[in-house]
């Protein structure tokens, strides 16, 4: 995988952000607020959410924009299949990236609005030290892509980059959560292959609350819970229904203190995301039994400095899909859906 070049071109640091941000509250308190910045109110009286932005995004487009960027609800690509449900590990859904000079200023702050709305605030700073490891910065080597029309019935804005796919439907995909498939990952620091324990990865914790409930585990759970060889290819999140083949320790040989842990495992998973995806992906698991008929699998293989702390995991349920592939790095592939003849396109 190559790293994205650093570019700073069209860079919009949080300094200025928090500037134009300042400027507007001047310009409103002035009357003259530039249309960016006048949010329209929802009929609660709401804050703008991510999906009001886009709403705004699709409105300032040009038709030379839309031409490169919107698409048909249904979009198929010649090479790609349905555009709107693909998924990889470092893509760009759309040559232009946000930071170049094919959006304006107004556009990239609202693009930024838009990502920083559907993460809980205090990942957000996370999420931009992944970004400048590994690409550089929010913007860099980052495109996105819009499917159907905001405010008529169903539509998605789709974000992508290295390590990073994210989505914003406003619940109009119908079964799934997240809008879709998403994916997550880091090389800390911008190395390629990181050490054990993987220092200063954001995303590490998350399998170290794994790993520590496969200490928990007595000798014959741990047999059912380790796979030796036969690790599945990491993108392979497609849902194998009820009685579909899946490796590791099925949650019901749990102990309730080790549900409980895994519960715990769940929230940490789903923590860095707003609230309406964190439920969305709750009520598509409970659809389907709860983690119950979910199960927990570590894989021998791959285990960076060959420490017992397993690098790569997978958590699977008949719609449920959380692959944690810990080498060289951290990639993370995350399929949810209440409904799990829900396709995948990948």
């Not at 229904?241 to 203190?257: N, Y």
Request: contains cysteine; glycine residues 10%; charged residues 20%.
């Amino acid at each position: 995988m190559s790293r994205v070049p650093h570019c700073s071109a069209h860079v919009v640091p949080v300094d200025r952000r928090r500037f134009l941000r300042s400027a507007s509250a001047v310009a409103l308190a002035a009357g003259s607020a530039p249309v960016w910045a006048q949010a329209k109110p929802t009929l609660s009286g709401a804050p703008a959410t991510s999906e009001s932005v886009v709403a705004r995004l699709f409105g300032s487009l040009t038709e030379r924009q839309k031409k490169v960027v919107s698409f048909a609800w249904g979009h198929q690509d010649p090479e790609r299949g349905l555009l709107r449900t693909r998924v990889s590990n470092n893509w760009k859904i759309t040559e232009p990236e946000i930071n170049s000079d094919f959006y304006s200023d107004e556009q990239r702050e609202m693009i930024r609005d838009i990502f920083e709305g559907l993460l809980q605030a205090d990942w957000i700073p996370r999420f931009d030290r992944q970004l400048k490891d590994d690409t550089g910065g929010f913007g860099q080597g980052q495109s996105i892509a819009l499917f159907g029309t905001p405010g008529e019935d169903k539509f998605e804005f789709v974000l992508t980059g290295r390590h990073m796919t994210l989505r914003c439907d406003g619940n109009s995909t119908p079964h799934v959560a997240f809008g879709g498939p998403i994916f997550y990952g880091h090389a800390a620091g911008g190395h390629f292959r990181e050490t054990a324990r993987h220092p200063g990865n954001i995303f590490w914790p998350q399998a170290v609350a794994a790993n520590a409930l496969y200490q928990m585990l007595d000798g014959k759970q741990r047999k059912m819970a380790l796979v030796v060889e036969g690790m599945p290819p990491e993108q392979n999140v497609r849902f194998q229904g009820a009685r579909g083949p899946r490796q590791g320790i099925r949650v019901t040989e749990l102990s309730a203190d080790q549900k409980a842990h895994l519960q715990g495992i769940l929230k940490k998973l789903i923590a860095p995301y707003r609230q309406t995806d964190r439920d969305e992906v709750i009520a598509c698991l409970n659809t389907q039994g709860g983690l119950d008929p979910c199960r927990l699998a570590f894989y021998q293989q791959r285990d960076i400095g060959g420490d017992g702390v397993w690098d790569v995991w997978r958590l699977e349920g008949p719609a449920f899909v959380w692959h944690f592939r810990g080498a060289p790095h951290v990639h993370v592939w995350v399929n949810v859906a209440n409904d799990p003849s829900v396709k995948l396109n990948a």
